[in-house]
């Protein structure tokens, strides 16, 4: 069974289906993109799953259990997490508070320990907030505030955060928009590192060179509906595909842009692991 | 049957007044999106000014002159009529006139420097305007309060519609003008373009623009409007209320706010209509509650009419909170950030040293005595304002509830110690447990758990600004469910409830000596002791995890949801450390008391302290201990009497309050308490610099040679101190010298280790440079503010104020200049104060090991 499983997911914004019978399927251990045109329905699918919206119809299930009636807390508790695309960091919060505040899974009797004894509740989180701010190169900027850093940087934080928990799965919602090419192709590759630590990724974004590369797998959404799906050379192959979404000549052009990224793309991972 | 129809008639007439009151809150928040928390106060000074002018033939400026020196004087008072009566009708456009102006002050001074504020910002500017108000009103007016004359034909009406029973036929007028009134207003917003224009700026400012409109002068037009008519209604409906004081009035926020909450601060009908359903049934259960709420009811007898404002908004926000209208506005600014707390526990140590010394100096001190009793306030009211920090600074909720909750620990506890003998001005003895006061302070502070977790619920769906209006009702209910309540508390009317003196091991650390003076030290050292344990409480929440999840929720609950926090289970969890904090704040105020009434715990005085938190800085811990010291009664405002002996500085404590706030939340949303931090950093700079040889033996030497320096510094400065405080000033000197100057070495140690330092200077030529650095810089001001201060120095017949008052004056220049540059640099949050600091960053003092 995979690790997370969508049967007919209709998500309805007064009258309009945002998303309209989505089926879709994240199996463990793979990086799974959704991709489609703006305003195609990819944010609500995001926001359905992870019980932000309510769903009108259709099943959700994390590792077997279903998702209905949980709150989003309650899903994150199961090892989901995700990013926003509007980033929606603590701007309270330092980089390294924002990590912790998420990592942390306190109990109902914690505050009385945080009181008494500050830091003993924390110690036990400490490697996964450290590994995560490593993995997304942000331990130089752990002390300062998200207001205080670049946007790329905010970007990351936003993605260090829903890792710091150490969740199984996480979605990312546009992580790589505002990145330059070698930011998001790094973004790219550190993806595909999580995939080694047991944690799978579900991936939105625009950047079809990212995605078309760093993917096991594709669906396609546009108008709320999946119109395809398969690998990253059947989705681009696909003609509807290619009509609906990526225009003729973009299609091709950005097929064999992707093709040299994903051959580089490739190299960086196996020699990582 | 008829017998109810005519009570519920009856009440419209202060349904009238409701919808008045409800339908100017919603002009008002369609006009600039701010839910006017003083427009009850606003109608109550339009309210006295026609009263005093018909009555009294006087008339008095909304402000007072709180030095009334000899030379210049503010005008505060016009005689309108020597022979104590001006007519009835420039009365009424004088009170008008008052109000539109009032209206338009509020509008431009108040909400539209803070139309991008955040809520909680325009929430206590208004609270600023209402205390202001309510507080200059007490002063200028005199708590003689009048019951008004009616403007209107009151004679009775006979057998009124065949009921049998007698109506006033002013109820009659009321009614008629609140109609008509509310028609009108209606008609301008259904009908003109400039309603069209209102109604677009509520939805989106830019909607205005495009009807060529600017929306700040739609906003001052709406707010004449509110005001005008809230005045108007009052004058109308002011004898059918009783005797009118400031608080009453100010009070008729609630029962508004509910009304125009059922009109969804939206509708001005629906509103009106509210408004005078509101006040009929209120009305009614007043007429009713002996009759219906007896017997195992009998306990609601009191509170019941009281609440009803409650139960609406309650009902009214769950119902359809989520629907309510949010301006949308150009850019929100956020709460300041919340700075992380160090070296806790250094702090605490010198507080508690430094309590103990000054709470034995103080103790039958002649004069000075009253500093004792000062101290006791001011650390009761910084451990209440910690309650504010948690739950507003660290989770962004707001509570007007917080003394509702002291008190009702307070309460508690007393009754858990009654044991059925009379005691104290009780002399009805209340029967209870007897426990020991641990216990029964610990049941206290359970009940305020218990009362703040459902205080918290409704911030489970609200947010904001609406749970303040939530809370402020609630604090009212508490007030006339259960402090008032006879049947409850078992205290005969207006009697105050005992609490035993508390013991230690035997000891007494109870507060009042055997003179009955708060001067006893063993309690200041209780309190500080407490405080402190508060204080490093409040601390560890915000440095850990817990903390951490309230400063998520605050800044975006959606993200915090998605990062695996329960934002309820936080919320309700920051509500009940609150008041848990609260309880205990209200447990030492109870012992401080000794006897305890409701009169203790008024819901204005949850205002100030929401007040006075935000004003010393809600986010921090700093802000809640700097808080305490700017109540009535604490510290500032005393030792401001003490100075300032004709100007009666005490009484203004709430006045400055509202004022401060507004001007805080206007040009310095992080309050004031990042000014002491820097103070004291300055003065740790101006300490080593003023002292010869002080720097180079700084920064020469570490470790023990360092403590020498602090020797050096000691002998400087207790000699400085005794040349100023000659020997006559302290009674029996044998032993107080003594203290004074462990006092000072104290300060100067503080002074000393916890400033940053300016450049090495070895020599005379480099000291030199730095002070005429120094006089660059400051010179100007602190001479001005050195100079004024002599020109006012007569103020206090005393021979020291010819020294103090200058220095003081130069003092406070500095400080002005420091708030001015803070402002002009633009960032509110800059901990950097002054160029100077910024130059001392470089040069970090490492801490004393
Ligand atoms: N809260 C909402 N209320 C009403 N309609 C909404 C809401 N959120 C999204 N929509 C609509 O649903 C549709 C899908 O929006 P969604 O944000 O999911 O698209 P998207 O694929 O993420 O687009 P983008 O690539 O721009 O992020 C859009 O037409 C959008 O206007
Ligand atoms: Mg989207």
Redesign the pocket.
């Known amino acids: 069974m995979a690790l997370l499983e969508a049967h007919g997911v209709t998500v309805s ?2 009258g ?1 289906h ?1 998303n309209d019978q989505v089926d879709l399927e994240c199996e463990k251990g793979t990086l799974v993109g959704l991709i ?10 995001i926001d359905g799953i992870t019980g932000f ?1 309510p769903i009108a119809a259709g099943r959700v299930t994390f590792d077997g259990q279903d998702l209905e009636g949980l709150t989003p807390d309650r899903r994150a508790h199961l090892g989901m997490s995700r990013t926003f ?1 509007s980033l929606e960091l603590f701007e309270d919060l330092t980089v390294r508070d924002n990590l912790f505040a998420a990592a942390e899974r306190p109990k109902w009797h914690s505050f009385l320990r945080d009181i008494i004894q500050p830091g003993a509740n924390e110690r036990q989180y400490v490697t996964q907030v450290e590994w995560a701010m490593e993995l997304l190169d942000l331990a130089d900027h752990a002390d300062a505030l998200p207001a205080d850093i670049s946007h790329g940087q905010r970007k990351l934080v936003g993605v260090a955060r829903t890792l710091a928990a150490r969740p199984r799965l996480v979605l990312l919602d ?1 992580p790589a928009a505002g990145l330059d090419t070698a930011e998001s192709q790094h973004l790219g590759q550190q993806m595909r590192g999580l995939l080694d630590e047991d944690i799978s990724v579900f991936l ?1 974004d ?1 950047d079809m060179g990212l995605v078309l590369s760093v993917c096991d797998y594709i669906y396609v ?1 546009d108008f709320g509906r999946i119109i395809a799906s398969g690998t990253p050379t059947e989705v681009r192959n696909d003609p509807i595909v290619i009509q609906a979404y990526l225009g003729e000549e973009a299609g091709e052009a950005q097929a064999r842009d992707a093709e040299a990224v994903r051959g580089l793309t490739r190299d960086g991972g196996s020699s990582d692991g | 049957m008829s017998e109810i129809f005519f009570f519920l008639l009856l009440g419209l007439g202060m349904g009238s007044l409701y919808a008045m009151l409800g339908a100017g809150l919603v002009v008002v928040y369609k006009g600039s999106g701010v839910i006017n928390f003083a427009h009850g106060a606003l109608a109550m000074y339009g309210m006295f000014t026609f009263d005093t002018a018909w009555n009294r033939g006087e008339f008095y400026f909304p402000w007072r002159d709180f030095l009334p020196s000899h030379d210049v004087n503010i005008p505060v008072r016009i005689t309108l009529a020597s022979d104590g009566s001006w007519p009835m009708v420039p009365s009424i456009i004088l009170a008008l006139v008052v109000a539109a102006v009032l209206g338009l002050a509020v509008h431009f001074l108040v909400f539209k420097p803070l139309r991008n504020a955040a809520p909680l910002g325009k929430v206590v500017a208004s609270l600023g305007v209402a205390l202001y108000l309510s507080s200059v009103a007490l002063l200028n007016f005199g708590n003689a309060f009048p019951i008004p004359k009616s403007i209107v034909p009151s004679d009775p009406i006979h057998n009124f519609l065949g009921l049998g029973r007698t109506y006033p036929s002013n109820t009659l007028w009321a009614i008629g003008f609140a109609v008509v009134m509310g028609l009108g207003v209606w008609c301008l917003y259904r009908f003109t373009t400039f309603g069209l224009a209102t109604r677009a700026a509520a939805g989106n400012e830019k909607g205005a623009v495009l009807l060529g409109y600017s929306p700040q002068f739609l906003a001052a037009v709406n707010w004449v409007i509110a005001s005008v008519l809230a005045t108007a209604m009052a004058i109308v409906v002011g004898p059918l209320q009783g005797p009118i004081t400031p608080m009453g009035l100010t009070a008729l926020i609630v029962p508004a706010l509910a009304a125009a909450l059922i009109g969804g601060l939206r509708s001005i009908p629906i509103a009106v209509a509210g408004g005078f359903a509101l006040g009929a049934v209120r009305t009614l259960l007043d007429i009713k509650k002996q009759d219906w709420f007896d017997g195992p009811l009998l306990w609601l007898q009191d509170g019941i009419s009281q609440s009803v404002p409650l139960l609406v908004i309650v009902a009214v926000l769950f119902l359809r909170g989520h629907s309510l209208p949010i301006r949308g506005s150009v850019e929100e600014k956020r709460l300041p950030l919340s700075p992380q707390p160090t070296r806790m526990l250094q702090h605490a140590a010198v507080w508690i040293v430094m309590v103990a010394l000054l709470a034995n100096f103080w103790q039958n001190a002649g004069l000075r005595t009253v500093f004792a009793g000062a101290l006791q306030t001011t650390l009761v009211f910084s451990i209440i304002m910690l309650s504010m920090v948690v739950l507003t600074g660290y989770i962004g909720q707001i509570s007007l509830a917080q003394m509702s909750l002291c008190g009702m620990a307070a309460f508690m506890m007393s009754r858990m110690m009654a044991d059925g003998l009379p005691r104290g001005s009780n002399l009805v003895p209340v029967g209870g447990p007897n426990f020991p006061w641990p216990l029964a302070a610990l049941v206290g502070v359970i009940v305020a758990v218990l009362v703040g977790l459902l205080l918290g619920l409704p911030a489970l769906r609200i947010r904001g600004v609406q749970l303040a209006v939530v809370t402020i009702a609630a604090a009212i209910a508490i007030q006339s469910i259960y402090l008032e309540n006879d049947e409850l508390t078992k205290l005969r009317a207006g009697v105050p409830a005992f609490i035993k003196t508390p013991t230690l091991v035997g000891i007494d650390i109870g507060a009042r000596s055997g003179r009955f003076q708060n001067e006893r030290p063993a309690f200041a050292i209780f309190l500080v002791v407490v405080l402190a344990l508060v204080a490093y409480a409040v601390s560890n929440i915000r440095r850990t995890g817990t903390g951490r999840r309230f400063l998520a929720v605050r800044a975006n609950e959606r993200a915090a949801a998605a990062a695996g926090i329960n934002v309820a289970r936080t919320k309700l969890l920051a509500f009940g450390i609150s008041a848990a904090i609260a309880g205990i704040g209200g447990v030492m105020l109870a012992f401080k008391q000794v006897e305890v009434s409701s009169a203790n715990f008024p819901y204005l005085a949850s205002l100030a302290v929401l007040a006075f938190a935000y004003l010393a800085g809600i986010t921090s811990v700093n802000g809640g201990i700097v808080g305490g010291f700017l109540v009535a009664g604490a510290l500032i405002p005393v030792g401001g009497n003490y100075l300032l002996s004709d100007a009666n500085l005490e009484a203004y404590a709430v006045l400055f309050g509202g004022l401060g706030l507004v001007v805080t939340a206007i040009i310095h949303p992080s309050g004031i308490a990042p000014f002491f931090a820097g103070a004291w950093r300055v003065m740790g700079n101006w300490v080593c610099r003023m002292t010869p040889g002080a720097v180079t033996l700084r920064d020469g030497y570490g470790g023990q040679r360092r403590r020498e320096l602090s020797v050096v510094l000691l002998a400087m400065w207790v000699g400085a101190a005794l040349f100023v405080y000659n020997a006559t000033f302290i009674e029996p000197m044998h032993w107080r010298i003594p203290l004074t100057m462990l006092l000072l070495w104290i300060a100067t140690v503080i002074a000393a280790t916890s400033g940053r330092y300016g450049p090495f200077s070895p020599n005379f030529a480099g000291a030199r440079d730095e002070w005429a650095s120094w006089f660059r810089r400051y010179g100007a001001w602190a001479g001005v503010g050195y100079v004024l201060g002599w020109l006012i120095w007569p103020l206090r017949v005393d021979t020291y104020s010819k020294l103090y008052m200058p220095l003081l004056g130069a003092g406070l220049a500095l400080f002005a200049q420091m708030l001015y540059m803070q402002t002009r640099s633009g960032e509110p949050h800059d901990e950097a104060l002054t160029d100077a600091e910024a130059h001392a960053d470089e040069l970090e003092f490492e801490e004393v090991d």
């Open positions: 914004y007064g309009l945002a489609g045109p703006n305003g195609a329905g990819k944010t609500t699918f919206t695309q546009e939105i625009h959404l």
